[in-house]
């Protein structure tokens, strides 16, 4: 079997944002995102996955935000686009898909706790992370647990991740934390940029390997390697911190694989689908589950 991970906070972003994502219902309330996602969800059923759970961020902040001041928060968001976020939980609920509603850690824990829980599971051949954040590049593991980008329509198993960021996936937080991640909110360390750091991780893998003193480096080609080595010395302990922000965790309870078979929806379907004006979704997902 395979088994589907989605990132719903980001096709909810994702669906918002397109230009025929908007839809405004016969109540006056912005629908559209959570159709989007719904048609989505519907259309991977239909192409044959069986095994699907649906993360998102029930709120947007985490114990990450006690950790570093910058990090991402709720404020900026269109209110349109908030407003739907529980929708979406209790549509894709209603559709009878696995939601992982996040509140103390995020969208991102989930998935990696759930590709842990697949990986681990000698039935499962293939685990597919359905968002192009990079950080969820740190789950690949070979072309058995994979990203999938829609928006480039491109599987990435551990080779492709090497080539789109330099390292492998293993070493992503640490390149995370030094070239920093400004959808996260943190910044990296100053000098470091995403080739200088890959190069270094290529040879040194993780933070702690790296030689303080670019006397000691094994690195060829780097420019500027004195500088890189001071800010690493003199900000280690922020280098760190970033690394601990950019690492998801995995302890996180998202049940079994065979939590996550669909079923079927729920009869609470029918008025969901009512309310985002989708009866395509009603009827393609009772079509599929061999109801009326």
Known sequence: MQVHLVDGTYELFRNFY????????????????VRGVLRGTVAMLADGSTHIGVATDHVIESFRNDM???????????????????WLEDALRALGVTVWAMVEVEADDALAAAAAVAAADDRVERVVIATPDKDLAQCVQGERVVQYDRRAQQFRGHDEVLE??????????????????????FPGLSGWG????????????????????PGQWDVPGVRGA?????????DYEN??????LARLVTDVE???????????????????????????????????????
């Open 18 to 33: 397109s230009p025929r994502g908007g839809h405004t219902n016969d109540a006056g309330e912005e629908v559209g995102a």
């Open 194 to 213: 995403a080739k200088s750091a890959a190069a270094v991780l290529r040879v040194y893998g993780h933070l702690d390997e790296i030689p303080h003193s």
């Open 68 to 86: 570093w001041a910058g990090y991402k928060d709720g404020s900026g968001i269109d209110p349109d686009l908030w407003a739907q976020f529980p």
């Open 239 to 244: 280098a760190l911190l970033f690394r601990t």
């Open 254 to 292: 998202v049940g079994a694989v065979d939590d996550w078979k669909w079923t079927g929806p729920t009869e609470d379907l029918e008025q969901w689908c009512d309310r985002l004006d989708a009866p395509d979704v009603l009827a393609k997902a009772r079509s599929l589950a061999g109801t009326t």
């Open 164 to 185: 789109k960021y330099g390292v492998a996936p293993e070493s992503i937080p640490d390149w995370l934390a030094l070239v920093g991640d400004s959808a996260d909110g």
């Open 226 to 234: 004195a500088k890189l080595a001071a800010t690493l010395s003199s």
